[in-house]
């Protein structure tokens, strides 16, 4: 058993992660296959025994994920003098924001191209959708009836003590930069040694509580092929079904666009800017790639990126503390790619003409409505409900969408997730390389 343990703790955990998807992707399709064709008509008896183990792995890396977002964005903040901060701030955001326009433009490409849902009536696609609890569309649907850009304003300035508890990550990004801000301003203009000595105190302690932090991501990512082999069972023992048939057009769509953006899109910004060789850059960045593709949670994932950023990509602190808690919450490319897939699904069904300014205006709104995702799993199946109002459709139409999108979105959202945070650690990596931002071993 010791040499068992030993082969284990030796063997790189990135290879272990990938043992652990593709023995749970087995025994899943396995156990999908012993239900029969018509799958499972009530919850299996083998699922009270493996959701745990997946369960409690999400749940670690979100136990850990608050502390890490609030204190990171501090010494972050804190860290960057003003001038590059403000500087370093818009090229992160303007980079966020012109990936998510690009892939909201690949998203609509491919879904033009591949037309999905032409030829199917909509009584077939009811059909399929039967079997969706009708209390998981109506509570989808209570969440964006309210205006979604009225209810990001609002989020983003709330009880920070409030938010911390409740895990609302916006209001916890807005705080923390802030007053990091603020530190940050106050050590540049006092002119009282015992001040500045107090602040400085001040962001060590925060810095030492970040790094205590990040120890426990180094723990939790042991525990990670186990909960990996959980998850790949769930996945594909329950889900699995979801991805074939009238289905597969959708599915194949979305993979393929989030394929695009990771293969051609990203790589041609790494090689255009940076000069560097894109698969040097994206096979130091497979680790955090893998735990999004599993997790499903861009903020779940976020400590492993932060991780993966500073040790392999060698970017430092202050820009990695700062770029990619911003990057989970407001960059989601795959998101971008996912719902035009939709839209278009949805003008085939209903019988929509989508023009070219009505085209433009569902490219803007996805990025728009991306912004608001969240970094949790399955956090764009709300936001179907805005791309699909803005195009006309009624609450009726709008929710046989959604309902067809809660069938394969457990699958999607694996991909989705792994392209959210490539984009995040990629546009990361171009800021530091054009700000000298990279340590000097890179």
């Known amino acids: 058993m ?18 652990g998807f593709l023995a749970g992707s087995i025994i899943g399709i396995l156990l999908w296959l012993s239900a029969g064709a018509g799958g499972y008509a009530e919850p299996p008896a083998w699922k009270k025994y493996v959701e745990p183990f997946g369960a409690v792995f999400v749940n670690m890396l979100k136990m850990i994920v608050i502390p890490v977002i609030f204190f990171s964005l501090i010494v972050g903040a804190a860290s960057l003098p003003i001038k590059k901060f403000g500087r ?3 090229k992160v955001i303007g980079w966020y924001l012109f990936c998510s326009l690009v892939a909201a433009g690949v998203g609509v490409f491919l879904a033009l191209a591949i037309n999905p849902g032409s030829g199917t009536g909509q009584a077939d696609w009811k059909s399929m959708a ?36 409740s895990g609302n990550f916006l209001p916890i990004i ?56 959980a998850l790949s069972i769930m996945n594909f023992g329950l889900y699995g079904p979801k991805i074939v048939g009238p289905y597969i057009s959708v599915t194949l769509g979305v993979i393929g666009g989030i394929l695009l953006m990771v293969i051609v899109v990203y790589s041609l910004l ?20 893998i735990m999004a593709f599993m997790t499903r949670s861009s903020a779940a994932t976020l400590p492993v990126s932060i991780k ?79 791309i699909l109002e803005t195009m006309g459709l009624n609450a009726q139409q709008v929710s046989v969408i959604v309902a067809l999108a809660l069938g394969i979105n457990p699958i ?9 945070i490539t984009g995040d650690l990629v546009c990361t990596y171009v800021v530091a390389d054009r700000e000298n931002l990279l340590n000097a071993t890179e």
């Open 2 to 19: 010791r040499k068992v343990f030993a082969w284990y703790f030796r063997t790189p955990v990135v290879l272990r992660i990938l043992i």
């Open 270 to 289: 790494l090689w255009i800017v940076t000069k560097k060789n894109p698969l040097h850059v994206l096979r130091r960045i497979q680790e955090a790639m």
């Open 412 to 420: 999607l959202d694996m991909f989705e997730t792994m392209n959210n």
């Open 88 to 90: 370093i701030g818009l």
């Open 174 to 229: 807005v705080f923390s930069i802030l007053f990091g801000l603020a530190v940050r301003v106050i050590l540049e203009a006092s002119k009282s040694e015992q001040q500045t000595a107090h602040l400085e105190s001040l962001v060590g302690l925060f810095s030492a509580v970040r790094d205590g932090m990040f120890k426990l991501v180094d723990w939790i990512l042991e525990y990670s092929p186990i909960g990996v082999l």
């Open 130 to 165: 039967a079997g969706i609890e009708e209390t998981e569309t109506a509570e989808l649907e209570t969440k964006a009836a309210e205006d979604p850009f009225r209810r990001l304003l609002l989020s983003m300035f709330e009880n920070p003590f409030g938010a911390l508890s």
């Open 308 to 386: 993966v950023a500073k040790e392999e990509l060698k970017v430092r602190e202050e820009l990695a503390s700062f770029s990619l808690p911003l990057g989970a919450t407001i960059n989601m490319d795959g998101v971008c790619v996912h719902l035009p897939m939709f839209a278009v699904l949805a003008a085939n069904m209903f019988g929509l003409q989508l023009t070219a300014p009505g085209l433009a205006l569902l490219v803007i709104t996805t990025v728009l409505a991306s912004i608001g995702a969240g970094g949790v799993p399955a956090g764009s199946l709300m936001l179907l409900f805005i």
